[in-house]
């Protein structure tokens, strides 16, 4: 359990503040019923006493004491109702005690009550005390210059047992009240958090190639929306800068374009020129090899700051992977032929794949490129489309230079050269990986290279098979 979650402590807190409301009720409904229960003890017995010394004690004041303890007999019946009855004359002598009651719960010979010069007269009120689970009351009372103490009592065992039972109720409604609170608690702070765990899921979608996607709309009328409205405001900045700087890299490939090719075409011209000497020729021939590449950068930025703006996979158009590999390798095979590379495809059955076919032949030209580009003569590249496991596979395997384990993880970032490769050969920008993976990824695809430096190299692209392929 993590404390720190806001889950956890809201949960907590609800629980604890539903818990405190039970606790202060309950002991508020305790004690209400404890003073109810006893006060009415303390009046019915205030009664009885009252009886006793207007209506019972001066009739028998001068008459004999059996007569007063049949009289007291026949209205208590202490002993059947378990009530304790003690009358002393001038404090010594005892003129009546209830027998033992029926319950056995106490014994009327032991009862002690308060001091006797601490009891109060019968005009004052009556007083009580508690001796032994027996709660006894008493006041004294003059008649004819003699004072009498009357004592009446009760044991209180049912009336603790009553309480009892009210604390246990307390107690199991408490555990109960407890686990419903953490129950709805958890249920209401999942509701309330709903609208955040809706902002997260829409947030979660917005990646590079769909900036312009917003958050959940949320209209609750609280800080969530205000997050929401704020959240999506920031995103509207983002967006536009984001779209600025594509536009810029866009226009500025864009602008470089012209110029460059002015320049190269100018170049060519010049370089044809026969009055050149031929150290001017040769130096016109690196200056030309460096605008190709200056251009070949130029086109790769260009085509980057499309891909980024939505180009990736302008068209769903029905490819045929195998024919469309045939086709373009075909047209590169020049490239290969110049340094005596073998190139084998396996490509004979169709596998059909979804995409902007322009942008698939792109993926195809760089990885071919890359393969022979850093394949020495005579070495050898296979190329082969198949479907497997519901998706379609292109493979292009070579054995030429290879990647080390150093390099590998970083082959797909703009720009990004193996140190070997960067000295051996002036051709290449470092933007063609990106490019495919761009690519691959806008067409649902995923990209996999294993090198061993020295060996080879091996590039695997899944995309996802055309559904209609099965009918072909
Ligand atoms: N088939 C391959 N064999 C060896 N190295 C490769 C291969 N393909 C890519 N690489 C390495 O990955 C780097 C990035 O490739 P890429 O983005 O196509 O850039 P470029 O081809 O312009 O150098 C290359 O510079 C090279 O070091
Ligand atoms: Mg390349």
Wanted: net charge negative; charged share 20%; glycine share 6%.
């Amino acid at each position: 359990m993590n404390v720190h979650s806001i889950y956890t402590r809201l949960i907590f807190g609800y629980t604890l503040l539903v818990v405190s409301a039970f606790i202060i009720f309950g002991t508020y409904t305790y004690q209400s019923l404890q003073t109810h229960l006893y006060a009415e003890i303390y009046s019915t017995f205030s009664r009885r006493i009252d009886h006793i010394r207007h209506d019972v004690l001066p009739s028998f004041d001068k008459k004999n004491i059996s007569g007063l303890s049949a009289q007291l007999e026949q209205i208590f019946s202490p002993e059947d109702s378990n009530r304790f009855i003690k009358i002393l004359k001038e404090g010594k002598e005892v003129v009546y005690l209830s027998g033992p009651p029926q319950d056995r719960s106490f014994s009327p010979g032991s009862i002690s009550f308060i001091p006797y010069h601490l009891v109060s007269n019968c005009e004052q009120g009556v007083s009580s005390n508690l001796y032994d689970n027996v709660l006894v009351f008493g006041c004294k009372t003059e008649l004819n210059s003699v004072t009498y103490l009357i004592e009446m009592g009760v044991p209180i065992v049912e009336t603790k047992r009553v309480l009892q039972q009210f604390v246990i109720t307390l107690i199991v409604g408490l555990a109960v009240v407890t686990v419903i609170a953490i129950i709805a608690g958890g249920f209401l702070v999942k509701l309330a958090l709903s609208p955040v765990e809706a902002i997260r899921a829409s947030a979660e979608k917005i990646t590079y190639g769909n900036v312009s996607q917003r958050l959940a709309e949320i209209n609750t009328g609280d800080p969530i929306e205000h997050l929401s409205k704020t959240l999506n405001q920031m995103l509207d900045r983002l967006d536009q800068s984001y779209q600025n700087a594509s536009r810029f890299s866009s226009d500025a490939s864009h602008e470089l374009r012209t110029p460059l090719a002015i320049i190269r075409s100018d170049l060519e011209t010049l370089q044809k020129d026969k009055s050149l000497n031929f150290e001017t020729h040769d130096r016109l021939g690196s200056i030309l090899e460096e605008i190709e590449r200056l251009s070949a950068i130029v086109e790769s930025l260009l085509s980057i700051a499309r891909l980024e703006a939505g180009e990736a996979k302008a068209k769903n158009e029905v490819i045929n992977l195998s024919e469309l590999v045939q086709s373009t390798i075909e047209q590169m095979q020049l490239l290969a032929d110049e340094k005596n590379i073998s190139v084998a495809i396996n490509a004979s059955s169709p596998v059909l794949i979804g995409g902007d076919v322009a942008r698939i032949r792109q993926v195809i030209v760089n990885l071919f490129d890359n393969a022979v580009k850093y394949t020495p003569q005579f070495g050898k590249v296979v190329v082969s489309v198949f479907a497997e496991a519901g998706a379609a596979v292109l493979v292009l395997k070579d054995n030429g230079v290879g990647i080390s384990a150093d390099a590998l993880p970083y082959i797909f970032e703009r720009f990004y050269r193996a140190d070997k490769v960067r000295s051996s050969t002036s051709q290449g920008t470092g933007l063609g990986l990106y490019i495919v993976r761009t690519i691959c990824q806008a067409h649902g695809g995923v990209i996999d290279v294993q090198s061993i430096e020295g060996q080879g190299t091996q590039v695997k692209i899944e995309l996802p098979l055309q559904k209609s392929a099965a009918s072909v």
